[in-house]
């Protein structure tokens, strides 16, 4: 049976913006709705970010749904077929044509991954991608963020196999917006606050407080996306205390406000 291999730079949607890098090439792609994309895979590995829209993906193992939000690593022998929803679906593509699975990420070369929701290293590509940035400065955020990424994946397989690490990731992701403190979450654990503490950091590479705050900013992202709120409300609503906490941190992680991403996503 002959493979439908797509070509470097080629997907199966219009292709409504590319840019070509030494080692990546990026793309902003679009599908109609209600369409069959028939099982292909891609000349090289990319990362695929869904910004609007919904689609089903189906593989010879396996049947998931994809939702904005979402990013996956699909490489290159990745045999695939989608079925668009009832709405045109929107993608940022990053598409790797370099080598950058040496050492430590090897192993993951051949690995299909979803990353967390709203990732942040992610939406900081697409970001700078959107903003225009220079070629070098772009290569550079791509580079470090790809590198965070990946590293951050397999620290993540690992906690999969601590119940306890699992289980408050879960409770964080479901409810970033609910106050949290080292004691209360500790006890409820069973655990003595300074061995969560130190724990929680070797096993995920987050903070305890890092991890709250990537998921609050998580949340605050699907309201902008799929609500009409005041950032205000946004704000409270994502477990921030006001406002301007939320603006702090919003700018710390994408480096702009919420109302600049606003802007940016609007064109």
């Known amino acids: 049976m002959i493979k439908h291999i797509l070509k470097a730079g080629t997907f199966t949607g219009e292709t409504l913006s590319s840019q070509v890098l030494d080692g990546y090439i990026l793309s902003i792609t679009e599908h109609d709705q209600n369409l069959d994309v028939p099982k292909h895979e891609h000349e090289h590995s990319y990362i695929s970010l869904l910004l609007h829209g919904f689609y089903n993906e189906e593989t010879s193992v ?8 979402m990013s996956l690593f699909r490489p290159s022998d990745y045999e695939h077929k989608n079925e668009i929803g009832p709405s045109q679906s929107l993608c940022f593509n990053l598409e790797i044509k370099k080598n ?55 620290i993540s397989d690992r906690t999969e196999r601590t119940q306890w690490v699992k289980k408050i990731k879960k409770q964080v992701q479901l409810n970033p917006e609910l106050k949290y403190t080292i004691d209360q979450v500790a006890n ?80």
């Open 62 to 69: 396996t049947d998931h749904s994809i939702i904005p939000g």
């Open 100 to 154: 950058i699975f040496e050492g430590e990420l090897k192993s993951v070369n051949d690995t299909y991954i979803k990353f967390e929701h709203n990732s942040l290293e992610v939406i900081r590509m697409f970001l700078a991608y959107k903003r225009s940035f220079s070629k070098e400065l772009l290569n550079l955020i791509i580079e470090e963020n790809t590198y965070l990424l990946f590293s951050r994946g397999k």
């Open 188 to 267: 409820a654990l069973h655990l003595h606050p300074i061995y969560f503490v130190r724990k929680f950091k070797e096993l995920t590479g987050y903070t305890f407080g890092e991890f709250l705050i990537r998921n609050r900013l998580g949340k605050a992202i699907d309201l902008i996306h799929h609500s009409n709120k005041k950032l205000t409300t946004v704000a409270l609503e994502s477990g921030f205390y006001d406002q301007s906490h939320f603006i702090r941190h919003f700018k710390e992680a994408f480096s702009i406000t919420p109302s600049d991403y606003i802007e940016i996503i609007k064109s």
